[in-house]
C-alpha cells in the first residue's frame, strides 16, 4: 500500500490526453515539492517533471504537472505510442521522513 | 552527459549481504551539490526508495530498511555502493541507483540491475 495514491492504469487514443492523479496528505504532498518519472523496461527511469510543475530538460511540452492542496496531476497531451509506460510521482514525507513514491500508473495507447 | 551503471551479481542466497556498485561517469560522486541514492523495485511492483548518501558520507535510510543498510562512497573510484543484509525473498528485485537534486529530484538514474534472492 502506497503512501501516495495513483490510479493503477489510464488509456486513451493516439493524440489524445491523459491525466494521471497522484493523492497524498498535508505531510507529504501538500508540504513538499512533487517530481514525476517514467519507467520504461529495460531503460533507465526518466525525470519528467520536478518541483510540482517545473518541466525537465529535454522533455517535450505534451508533459505537463500541478499540484492542489494534497493532491498533484501530470497530463500527457497529443498521446504517442511511445508515450506507452509506467509513470510514478514522488515527494518527501515529513512525518516518515522518507521519499515517498505512488504506486505507479500503466499509460496504454489504444 | 551524467552517466549512473549499476553492477553485482544477479543472484544472491537468503540470508546473505547483497553488494551492489554504481559507477558514475560525466560527474564526481565528490560533488557538493548532489546526493546519491539508491531506489528498488520488486517485480511487478512499485518503487521503494532505499537510502541517500553525501559527499560528506553522512546517511539517510529508508526506516524500513535501516538496520539492514548500508551506503557508502569511493571517491578514488567514483562509485557508490550499497550493502543490504540478511536478505529475504522479498527483497528480489531491480535495484537503481540515482543523483539526487534538493532530496526528491531524482535527475539521473542507472538501468537497473535484476537481484534474484534464492537459495
Known amino acids: 500500500q502506497s503512501v501516495l495514491t495513483q490510479p493503477p492504469s489510464v488509456s486513451a487514443a493516439p493524440g489524445q490526453k491523459v491525466t494521471i492523479s497522484c493523492s497524498g496528505s498535508n505531510s507529504n504532498i501538500g508540504n513538499n515539492y512533487v517530481s514525476w518519472y517514467q519507467l520504461l523496461p529495460g531503460t533507465a527511469p526518466k525525470l519528467l517533471i520536478y518541483d510540482n510543475d517545473e518541466r525537465s530538460s529535454v522533455i517535450p511540452d505534451r508533459f505537463s504537472g500541478s499540484k492542489s492542496g494534497t493532491s498533484a496531476t501530470l497530463d500527457i497531451t497529443g498521446l504517442q505510442t511511445g508515450d506507452e509506460a509506467d509513470y510514478y510521482c514522488a515527494t518527501w514525507d515529513s512525518s516518515l521522513s522518507l521519499v515517498v513514491f505512488g504506486g505507479g500508473t500503466k499509460v496504454t495507447v489504444l | 552527459q551524467v552517466q549512473l551503471q549499476e553492477s553485482g551479481p544477479g543472484l544472491v542466497k537468503p540470508s546473505e549481504t547483497l553488494s551492489l556498485t554504481c559507477t558514475v561517469s560525466g560527474g564526481s560522486v565528490n560533488s557538493n551539490s548532489y546526493y546519491w541514492s539508491w531506489i528498488r523495485q520488486p517485480p511487478g511492483k512499485g518503487l521503494e526508495w532505499i537510502g541517500y548518501i553525501y559527499n560528506s558520507g553522512s546517511t539517510n535510510y529508508n526506516p524500513s530498511l535501516k538496520s539492514r543498510v548500508t551506503m557508502s562512497l569511493d571517491t578514488s573510484k567514483n562509485q557508490l555502493s550499497l550493502k543490504l543484509r540478511s536478505l529475504t525473498a522479498a527483497d528480489t528485485a531491480i535495484y537503481y541507483c540515482?543523483?539526487?537534486?534538493?532530496?526528491?529530484?531524482?535527475?539521473?538514474w542507472g538501468q537497473g540491475t535484476l537481484v534474484t534472492v534464492s537459495s
Open positions: 540515482a543523483r539526487v537534486n534538493l532530496l526528491t529530484i531524482f535527475k539521473y
